[in-house]
């Protein structure tokens, strides 16, 4: 698994490669969380077009990060997800929670609008 952050204007925008599972979910949740809340991120973007597996302790990690966007009045959006994750994802309903866009502008444009 690994990480990557760039920005897009104020959009902060993490790009994961590889696996999402339980044996590197926390790692992965104690870095992103530890970044939103260190550099107080207001707006981001998850581009998962490089992530190609994920369990349910991985996914559980983007609704923790979700929550803590919310509690901070920040936004969230995921984008450009892999069929296999996509499938989860609408399983667990997330797009009734945050935005799930096609490709990062998409996404970009979802968290940079007002509500």
Known sequence: MEVTFSTAGEVSIFTLQ???DALNQKVFG???TKKTADENLKTVVLDLS???YISSAGF???FML???MQRTGG???VCALQPMVAKVFEIARFQTAYPVCA???SAIAAVSNPV
């Open 60 to 62: 559980r990690e983007f």
């Open 103 to 105: 490709d990062q502008a």
């Open 50 to 52: 490089g992530l190609d």
């Open 30 to 32: 104690e870095q992103i």
């Open 18 to 20: 590889g696996k999402l």
């Open 66 to 68: 979700g929550r803590q």
């Open 75 to 77: 936004k969230m959006a």
